[in-house]
């Protein structure tokens, strides 16, 4: 009854008929991508609560006796509400599980080759998913004002000053001032809060409609059944009902794991951190910075050139030109490793030689950089770490190269191997 008065006026069922009766691949590593978009939604429902209670603010107030930033002291004061600190370490710990996911996502989409013709307009949106997700974190970082946030903001300051040529305008732009200025805090406030969730919801949006129109890859073992059924119809489950029941209850599974975390886990005890003091104390970003932190202890203090007016100082070598040199790669993938007609089929990872083995080499080498963001307690020297971090990523590659070529020539390659 209340479905035909609604089916009447906006045409359900020509709804369900076009988009809830699309198949959806049944492989897990499809999944990956709709895990980023779950902690997306529970990241959004989360900062609704602590948007009320967050006071953007640096001006001093009285905290149990203490004058501090009353960006500090409003999220001392969630943290001692009921369930206050257990929803700002759910914020905390989606947005870790976010960003893995998409990198894994990224991961499944580069070694299987989903990104070919006709989907590198949806690697480009993705690359830039990627980018805004970490512009939220990084942004979000500052907004507690303890300790750690001034003092991982900083590096990230002193990375955009360094910019060549603009340097001085972004970093003003960005940072409202020489940070830590007082506009600061309210000028991330509204790139967290404002600017970085709508560009997110946008792109993703974006993601989605391509993805419908495209429709997802299929395992090459598909293309039998689905060439023998005509034109490419997908084999896999409907997303209505099968795949829906199969979302709702990950994203239930992912908030139950993200509760048991932030149960027993803490994460940015502002409290132990205290609020900004003159003295800096050595503290190292998140995981998903320690490359660029780490390549930035390799290099040598006094590196630096200068072309057309514009100066490259160690800062914009290790904060800007290293990110930047492998964003320009990973937009390149589909363009250098591109075919003329559409492909719909994704492929072994095991039967791609020369594009895996050169994913494992990437991983390797942002391994080591990681790494290198500890050559203080691991006690080596940057220059020997540097050729560590070369011989490792030469290794990886070297080693994973010749093993996929013995495994290809041992004759258990597909008819479709690209070396
Ligand atoms: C907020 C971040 C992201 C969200 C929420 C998201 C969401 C999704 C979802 C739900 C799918 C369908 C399921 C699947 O194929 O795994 C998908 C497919 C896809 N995504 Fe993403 N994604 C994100 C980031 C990225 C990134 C970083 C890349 C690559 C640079 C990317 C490239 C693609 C491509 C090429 C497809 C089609 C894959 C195929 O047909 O096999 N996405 N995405």
């Known amino acids: ?58 001006d001093k107030v009285s905290l149990f006796g203490a004058m501090v930033p009353a960006a500090y002291a409003s999220v001392v004061r969630i943290d001692l509400l009921p369930l206050g600190m257990i929803i700002r370490r759910i914020h905390h710990w989606s947005a870790m599980i976010m960003i893995a996911a998409i990198v894994t996502h990224l991961g499944r989409i580069y070694f299987t080759s989903a990104y070919r013709k006709p989907r590198e ?43 060549p040529w603009i340097g001085g305008w972004l970093s003003r732009l960005l940072f409202a001032g020489e940070f830590p200025a007082a506009g600061t805090v309210p000028r991330f406030f509204f790139l967290h809060v404002m600017l970085v969730p709508l560009a997110l ?74 609020p900004p003091s003159p003295a800096t104390p050595v503290m190292r970003p998140d995981w998903y910075f320690l490359p660029i932190y780490g390549f930035l202890k390799l290099i040598p203090g006094n590196l630096s050139f200068s072309i057309a007016g514009g100066k490259f100082t160690p800062e914009a070598i290790g904060g800007v030109l290293f990110p930047g040199l492998l964003a320009l790669i990973l937009v390149a993938i589909p363009f250098l490793d591109r075919v003329s007609t559409p492909r719909n089929y994704i492929e072994n990872p095991l039967h791609r030689p020369v594009m895996t083995s050169l994913g494992i ?42 093993l996929l070529r013995l495994y290809c020539r041992a004759g258990k390659k597909g008819d479709h191997v690209k070396t």
């Open 1 to 58: 009854m209340i479905s035909k008065w609604f089916d009447e006026r906006l045409e359900l069922k020509k709804f369900k008929e076009k988009f809830l009766t699309k198949a959806f691949p049944t492989h897990p590593t499809f999944l990956f991508g709709e895990i980023a978009l779950f902690s997306f939604i529970t990241l959004v429902i989360t900062g609704i609560f602590l948007g009320f209670l967050y006071e953007p603010s640096i």
């Open 121 to 163: 307009i949806n690697w480009l949106i993705g690359l830039a998913l990627l980018a805004v997700t970490l512009g939220a974190a990084l942004t979000g970082y500052l907004l507690p004002y303890s300790q750690f946030s001034v003092t991982a903001t900083s590096i990230a300051y002193y990375i955009s000053k360094s910019v």
């Open 201 to 274: 919801l946008g792109l993703i949006g974006l993601h989605l409609l391509v993805l419908v129109k495209h429709k997802h890859t299929e395992p090459a073992a598909n293309r039998k059944r689905t060439d023998a059924r005509g034109g490419r119809r997908l084999i896999g489950i409907p997303v209505w009902p099968e795949q829906s029941f199969i979302s709702v209850s990950l994203f239930f599974f992912l908030l139950s794991v993200v509760v048991l975390m932030a149960t027993y886990i803490p994460l940015n005890p502002i409290e132990a951190y205290g």
């Open 361 to 402: 080499a990437g991983g390797a080498f942002l391994f080591m950089t990681t790494l290198s963001g500890y050559i203080d307690v691991l006690h080596i020297a940057p220059s020997s770490m540097a050729i560590y971090v070369l011989v490792v990523t030469a290794a990886a590659w070297g080693i994973s190269y010749l």
